[in-house]
């Protein structure tokens, strides 16, 4: 049995879904960014209800919607490739989307649009600026380091679309630091 999960957004959100899950005496087979695939093939009311509750306890929310689910799919195949890929992306972000979710490109933008008032390359470009400012805020590695490990063609690139998105210049950001919650975008 497949769930999808609003607000998993990081590997700590996995570990409390999971630790929810074993709370539960439900067996998880795997536990995604936004997904639960349950050993169990269903689950009673009232465990369902209890699972639902505990998820809206610490922050997360169980998708009943078809069309919700599938719009946190792409949303966590989006964070998961903008905060924790290490690998450059070998293809298009539509390419990428439509082999993930086994869906056309053209139904996934349609859909995502719809449903979040803002087109998935957007939502990308906001994932990728926050990521950009977690690296900034570490200090640890410099704006054209930032730029190649986040896929940019250029500092430029970066810095233009920085400034378009927080109204500051990285460097500006540095001097400033503002963050939001990756489940708040």
Do not use: W
Request: with cysteine; charged share 25%; net charge positive.
């Amino acid at each position: 049995m497949k769930l999808y999960i609003k607000n998993m957004v990081c590997d700590r959100c996995k570990m409390a879904v999971e630790k929810l899950l074993l709370d539960q005496h439900l067996q998880a087979v795997k536990v995604q960014l936004g997904e639960v695939e349950l050993q169990q093939p269903s689950l009673s009311e009232k465990a369902y209800q209890q699972l639902k509750q505990g998820l809206a306890h610490l922050g997360f929310e169980l998708l009943e919607d078809k069309k919700k689910a599938l719009v946190n799919q792409i949303k966590a195949c989006i964070v998961q490739l903008a905060h924790y890929n290490q690998e450059p992306l070998k293809t298009n972000l539509s390419a990428y989307l439509s082999k993930q979710l086994h869906t056309d490109y053209t139904s996934l933008s349609n859909l995502f649009s719809a449903e979040e008032g803002n087109t998935i390359e957007h939502y990308y470009i906001q994932q990728k600026i926050e990521r950009a400012k977690e690296l900034l805020s570490y200090g640890e590695l410099t704006l054209s380091e930032i730029a190649f490990q986040l896929n940019y063609s250029s500092v430029a690139h970066l810095s233009a679309q920085f400034k378009k998105e927080t109204g500051l210049t990285p460097s500006q950001f540095k001097n400033d630091l503002k963050r939001k919650t990756l489940d708040s975008l």
